[in-house]
Structure formats: structure tokens, C-alpha cells
């Protein structure tokens, strides 16, 4: 029986919704704390978290803002949310399923539109930044955190070989020139960004996703096989540990 992306999305996030929800990579950065200081003060805002994964971004912002939406294709990520957030005294985020790429929210919803770690999973990419870009206010910004491509071939084509080896719901990781390049033509106006490097515990980066061990050889293969070039980029280190990059970026109507 074949099978849709969404469903194996759901399929390999739904039974490692406590893994995410635990992550020390996923739970804190420089990223979260730069998204903090922009929407601190904004008491009156309702912000949308666009596939929110653990929820790192919404327990950030909820003391924030006025509402918090938290949007997440699985319903296991949901409710490991929702939960957290009761424990947190959370009560201003609110829960709901569905996909990216058709939103069911009313034009002109929100203040914020925030995303992280999201959107390397998306199967309609520009589909969803047009939804972005209708369910915000004439004034409201989006903001988007992913890890992103290094932009030439070769380190791009190492990059998503081991991003799919370790997960198969994988998608692209974008540069960030393709990045800006969607969102206008999504009819957003990309403005500052910021740039990031993160170390991957090679154990917990497999071990969190549940990367079938044959996989996992195979990414610490084509690591030993990769040129310098590569492995200087990525920092590969004798474990299978690596650094990749990723960026804070701010769009507008």
C-alpha cells in the first residue's frame, strides 16, 4: 500500500514526540533566544507555531504574547504539547492538526507566523509560505528557523544524503538564497537574518529519530569517504558528530 508524505511524516514523528519534546538541541539556542527578544512585549499578539514539533517555540513565546496556536501534522506531537503546556501553567495555547500547505485559519489571523525546524519537511514548500503570507495581519512578520543548505553542490548533496539516511520524511534543507527567493515569490519581503552553527550529537542525532542501524552505518560510511572539503565544512568528527548551519530569518507583507 504506498503510502502519502504526510503520512510518513506523521509515522516517524508521532512515536518520538517525548524525544522531541526532551531534546537539548530542539529545547534552547541562540535562535530561540533572539525570538524571544523579538516578540517580548507583545502581550496583545496571537502567534501561529508552524509544525511545532516538541513546542519549544510556543512554551518560549506564550509568556509573551496574548495566544499561542500550536500547528503540528501528528496529534501524538499535539498532545505532548498540550500537556507540557499544563504543566508549565501555560493556558493561553491552544492546540490544532493539520498540514501546511492548506491552513484553516481565516486571512489575516495572526501577528506572528513562527517556524523552526519545520520546514526541511515540507512537501509543498512555496505552497506553504503563500499560507504564511495569507494568514498574517497587513502588519504581521513571520519568522523562520531551519538548518540550511551550504549552498554549493557538493556540500549541498552530502547534506541531504545523510538528512535522508537518517530520516526518510526529509525534504530539503534550503539555502538561504532559496529561502529569500520563495518567500518573495510567496509575496512576503524577506528582511534580516541571522546565521547559526550546531553541533549534532551523532548518538542522540540517530537515537532521536530512530535511524535503522543499517542506515546508520551508512551515514558513518560516506562520512569517512567524504573529501576534506566536506569534512571541514561539517566538522565531522571521529564519533560521526557534526556541525551544520542554520539561520534566524524575518519576513514581512
Known sequence: MSTSHAQLVGSQFGPRAEAYVTSPVHAQGADLDHLVAYVHGQAAARALDLGCGGGHVTFHIAPHVGQVTAYDLSNEMLAAVALQCKERGLTNVVTQQGNVEALPFADATFDFVVSR???????????????????????????????????????????????????????????????????????????????????????????????????????????????EDVRRHFEIEADGSFTIDTMFLEAAI
Open 117 to 227: 525546524y519545520s520546514a526541511h519537511h515540507w512537501h509543498g514548500f512555496e505552497a506553504a509560505l503563500r499560507e504564511v503570507r495569507r494568514v498574517l495581519k497587513p502588519q504581521g512578520k513571520a519568522l523562520l528557523m531551519d538548518i540550511v543548505s551550504p549552498g554549493s553542490a557538493l556540500l549541498d548533496t552530502y547534506l541531504q544524503t545523510v538528512e535522508m539516511l537518517r530520516d526518510p520524511s526529509h525534504v530539503r534543507d534550503h539555502s538561504l538564497a532559496e529561502w529569500r527567493s520563495a518567500l518573495q515569490g510567496a509575496g512576503l519581503t524577506p528582511g534580516a537574518d541571522e546565521k547559526y552553527r550546531i553541533r549534532l550529537d551523532f548518538n542522540s542525532w540517530i537515537a532521536r529519530m530512530n535511524t535503522p542501524p543499517l542506515h546508520a552505518q551508512a551515514i558513518l560510511s560516506l562520512q569517512k569517504l567524504m573529501s
